[in-house]
């Protein structure tokens, strides 16, 4: 039986995870965080592909992608929640199920930070859990993929 994958893509300087703003984000580094992805998804049976970019048409283009290749998405987009209708569009465009993870709780945040554009396009939102939260926002699209198979 082939592990069904799951596209992991986190957007701007997420690469700096460890350095920025630790009190926030904490002192794990970006390398960490995907060795938590790898050891989830091989507990729960699925692949993953964990990637990180700076760039908002890199991301997009990477959402784009999935569509028949992937069989869900867990996107932390990061600043671009924020700003980018385009990034929410290929996410509805791809017709897979997605969840949003964030470090923080966008939702104690600046006011600028409590709006995602790409919460339209999830089934779901995890915020506020740290790392953790990339641990259950994995459990949960394996759950959605297994139920939809």
Do not use: K
């Given at each position: 039986m082939v592990e069904p994958l799951?596209?992991?893509?986190?957007?701007?300087?997420?690469?700096?995870?460890?350095?920025r703003e630790p009190e926030i984000y904490g002192i794990q580094t970006l390398d960490d965080l995907?060795?938590?992805?790898?050891?989830?998804?091989?507990?729960?049976g699925i692949?993953?592909?964990?990637?990180?970019?700076?760039g908002e048409g890199e991301l997009i283009s990477w959402v784009q992608e999935c569509r028949g290749r992937a069989?869900?998405?867990?996107?932390?987009?990061?600043?671009?929640?924020h700003t980018s209708i385009a990034l929410m569009d290929a996410l509805y465009a791809v017709d897979l199920p997605i969840i949003e993870v964030h470090l923080s709780n966008i939702f104690t945040r600046e006011t600028f930070r409590q709006l995602s554009y790409v919460s339209m396009a999830a089934r779901g939102v995890i915020s506020g859990l740290g790392f953790f939260g990339y641990r259950v926002a994995l459990e949960?699209?394996?759950?959605?993929?297994?139920?939809e198979a």
């Amino acid at each position: 039986m082939v592990e069904p994958l799951i596209a992991v893509l986190n957007g701007p300087n997420l690469n700096l995870l460890g350095l920025r703003e630790p009190e926030i984000y904490g002192i794990q580094t970006l390398d960490d965080l995907e060795s938590l992805c790898a050891e989830t998804a091989e507990r729960l049976g699925i692949a993953i592909d964990f990637r990180q970019t700076n760039g908002e048409g890199e991301l997009i283009s990477w959402v784009q992608e999935c569509r028949g290749r992937a069989a869900g998405i867990v996107i932390n987009p990061a600043g671009y929640s924020h700003t980018s209708i385009a990034l929410m569009d290929a996410l509805y465009a791809v017709d897979l199920p997605i969840i949003e993870v964030h470090l923080s709780n966008i939702f104690t945040r600046e006011t600028f930070r409590q709006l995602s554009y790409v919460s339209m396009a999830a089934r779901g939102v995890i915020s506020g859990l740290g790392f953790f939260g990339y641990r259950v926002a994995l459990e949960a699209i394996a759950d959605i993929v297994e139920q939809e198979a």
